[in-house]
Nanobody, 130 residues
Framework: QVQLVESGGGSVQAGGSLRLSCVPS????????MGWFRQAPGKEREGVAS??????????YYADSVKGRFTVSQDNAKNTVYLQMNSLKPGDTAMYYC?????????????????????WGQGTQVTVSS
């Protein structure tokens, strides 16, 4: 059974940085789509960044609100996906979720959608104070 375990959330002041990690167990890093979503209180869950990798090519996608500030990456040797978040703003405050599509799915059409998510992590809280 696939499980996604996130870590790295916390509280920072505006302008600070955090790095989130996601370690999937029981999931094969070959052709895959993985990403990060977030949900603030009273708001819908939204895509933040995602990776589509397969056939020797990797694509990275970002929501407009985080472009230039967040970086998604993967370390296949460590079987880990990261979300480096810089220049954090109070508006980035949310629960952040790691997500993965079904194994073998390699959709490089754009930012991962909620509809394509097969597995969710438990979430890690990010709080940015002004």
């Amino acid at each position: 059974q696939v499980q996604l375990v996130e870590s790295g959330g916390g509280s920072v002041q505006a302008g600070g940085s955090l790095r989130l990690s996601c370690v999937p167990s029981g999931y094969t890093f070959r052709r895959y789509c993985m990403g990060w979503f977030r949900q603030a209180p009273g708001k819908e869950r939204e895509g933040v960044a995602s990776i589509a990798s397969g056939d020797g090519v990797t694509y990275f996608y970002y929501a407009d609100s985080v472009k230039g500030r967040f970086t998604v990456s993967q370390d296949n040797a460590k079987n880990t996906v990261y979300l480096q978040m810089n220049s954090l703003k109070p508006g980035d405050t949310a629960m952040y979720y790691c997500a993965a599509a079904a194994e073998g799915v390699y959709d490089y059409s754009g930012l991962m959608s909620i509809a394509s998510v097969r597995y969710w992590g438990q979430g890690t809280q990010v709080t940015v104070s002004s």
